[in-house]
């Protein structure tokens, strides 16, 4: 597509539900992030792929959080338990690993806000 | 985990100043990046700059690179109450070019 789409836009959840969370890169985007993003901070690093791999997960806070990224292209963050520590806007950004500059630039999607009750 | 630490946290300023946000880092850097957020937006990119470069413009936007000080800051020069948005500086370490951690980020107020 012609940007970063995140669904659901916003999800509330109970506490102890599993939440699901997909991000659809840009076409032919080989990397895709994860990040996560509390109010007022910036975005925390959770993991990326490079492909279908996840190249460093070592942002994922507990086992409780997982990525797949099955086919290259679409991913779903899922988080099994929730807790209310868990509320925030989960951001997903993709690039093709270099820009015309030769550097990596991510390009995000608008996010997915995430309140656990 | 954070990379980058911005400052000031927020800023304030009248339409048509000059707005400067700085960032510190702690490790070797490829390159340093600038982004903006619209409140409830995605990240935006704005500017990138290398290592072994200085200073960089994109129109009235300058950012500067001290690799001695572990610091960057960005200039946004005649500012507009358009330019309301937070401002993140994101580090790239030399030795992982798909690495990228962003700092808590600058929230820049312009009032028209």
């Known amino acids: 597509g012609a940007g970063v789409s995140q669904t659901p836009s916003n999800k509330v959840t109970e506490k102890g539900k599993y939440v699901e969370l997909r991000c659809d890169p840009i076409?032919?985007?080989?990397?895709l992030y994860w990040y996560r993003q509390s109010l007022g901070q910036g975005p925390e690093f959770l993991i990326y792929?490079?492909?279908?791999?996840?190249?460093?997960d070592s942002g994922l806070p507990n086992d409780r959080f997982f990525a797949v990224r099955p086919e290259g292209s679409v991913s779903t963050l899922k988080i099994q338990r929730t807790e209310r520590g868990d509320s925030a806007v989960y951001l997903c950004?993709?690039?093709?690993?270099?820009?015309?500059?030769?550097?990596?630039?991510?390009?995000f999607g608008a996010g997915s806000r995430l309140t656990v009750l | 985990s954070q990379q980058g630490e911005e400052d000031p946290q927020a800023l304030s300023i009248q339409e048509g100043e000059n707005a400067t946000m700085n960032c510190s880092y702690k490790?070797?850097?490829?390159?340093l990046q600038w982004y903006r957020q619209n409140s409830g937006r995605g990240l935006v990119h704005l500017i990138l700059?290398?290592?072994?470069?200085r200073e960089k413009h994109s129109g009235r936007l300058r950012v500067t690179l001290d690799t001695s000080k572990k610091s960057s800051s960005l200039l946004i020069t005649a500012s507009r109450a358009a330019d309301t948005a937070s401002y993140f500086c994101?580090?790239?370490?030399?030795?992982?070019?798909?690495?990228?951690?962003f700092g808590a980020g600058t929230r820049l107020t312009v009032k028209p």
């Open positions: 994101a580090t790239v370490p030399f030795y992982n070019n798909n690495d990228m951690r």
């Open positions: 950004a993709s690039s093709n690993g270099y820009s015309t500059s030769g550097a990596n630039v991510l390009t």
């Open positions: 700059i290398r290592s072994n470069e």
């Open positions: 076409s032919g985007h080989t990397a």
């Open positions: 792929f490079q492909g279908t791999g996840a190249a460093d």
């Open positions: 490790t070797s850097i490829n390159n």
